[in-house]
């Protein structure tokens, strides 16, 4: 198994804390892409979409991070990143897309880059708008954890599942932009608790190989 | 059922194209986005999330479109939106996320509105906006539709999956802001072929009774 991954990148990220938490050995392969190598021929030969991460299996070759977690869950159930029950699991993959789909879209890499480049936006303002989105995203996310039944150390249960690997990530990022997490506390208190476990401080940019 | 949703809303009419094709009957409750109602005190309450859609089943309350689908699938498998196979799933959940996380969350209406109120962008580029990530995502989605093996007259295969539910809502949103969509003729093919289809046909936004 190779991962083909970036150490700065939410949604690689996201996989790396999966396939620690399964106890799925894998090598690295680095896309670097502040660089803009996901456009390099090559990349986008293997990946139409131009994004990390990419999961490569025997000759196959996976794309999207929650859909890369999802294979990794039919094929190595233990252990689960899902509960058993259907509508466990649907509070657990409504938490990650709150977070896929609602927060880190918005403030990707190339939409930055847009807002800078063809906006005419500001380093300052375009913070600022980072700032908004975390501060929209993490309201919502710690209204929902705290609003509907099922959260314990974790943010479902008191064991890591799919809505923790996005979690975590997505709080590194609040935390590089210096944005104020002071007004979510459940959601802190779950960060604290996933910070203590190998598979997910294994996983953060900093221990990665390559890592600025 | 009671499908809580907005008859313009990209992600309410994926999962109304999911009840049609699963031959679910549903209720319907409007909660009108362009004014606002997402916000209301007695919404919120039900959703923290303040977004639609959400799916009302006996007392349980279930949000995030894509979780939806897969909780449709796991309860009411026949007819299936996902094919049985891992790599086939994690293909077609792909494909739905490059709508869901690429394209879908940077052109929804909180950042338009956002994109005007707060850094006082006009109309025009506001919708340069849009038509820039309309073309920046469909343009991946075309590439992988012909770069990845799977594709038939539909996203995946011959009938109709969780990818199409996605693809329909966004070619419908391309079209209402006229972005050239020659770029992409697979992808185009499969939407005409999906629009055929009675169960994506009766989902349309117009034929909504919220519709205005």
């Known amino acids: 198994m190779k991962l083909h991954g970036y150490f700065r990148s939410s949604a690689s990220f996201r996989v790396r804390i999966a396939l620690n938490l399964k106890r799925l050995d894998y090598d ?5 892409i502040a660089k803009g190598e996901q456009h390099a021929p090559a990349y986008c030969a293997l990946n139409p979409q131009a994004l990390v991460p990419m999961l490569e299996i025997g000759g196959d070759l996976l794309t999207q991070s929650l859909a890369i977690i999802e294979y990794l869950e039919e094929t190595h159930p233990h252990p689960p990143l899902l509960p058993a029950n259907a509508l466990e699991r649907a509070r657990v993959r409504s938490l990650s897309l709150l977070i896929a789909c609602e927060i880190h879209p918005v403030n990707n890499t190339r939409v930055l880059q847009h807002l800078k480049r063809a906006l005419g936006q500001s380093e300052e303002q375009v913070n600022a708008w980072y700032r908004h989105w975390i501060a929209d995203g993490l309201a919502k996310f710690e209204a929902q ?39 979510y506390p459940k959601t802190m208190q779950i960060f604290a608790e996933c910070m203590r476990n190998e598979a997910f401080d294994r996983a953060q940019p900093s221990k990665q190989p390559d890592a600025e």
Not at 28 to 32: D, I, L
Request: with cysteine; glycine share 12%.
């Open 28 to 32: 690295a392969a680095f896309v670097h």
């Open 145 to 183: 954890l705290q609003g509907t039944r099922g959260s314990g150390r974790f943010c479902h249960g008191d064991a890591p599942t799919m809505a923790d690997c996005c979690l975590v990530p997505q709080v590194f990022n609040a935390q590089r932009f210096q944005c104020d997490t002071g007004a």
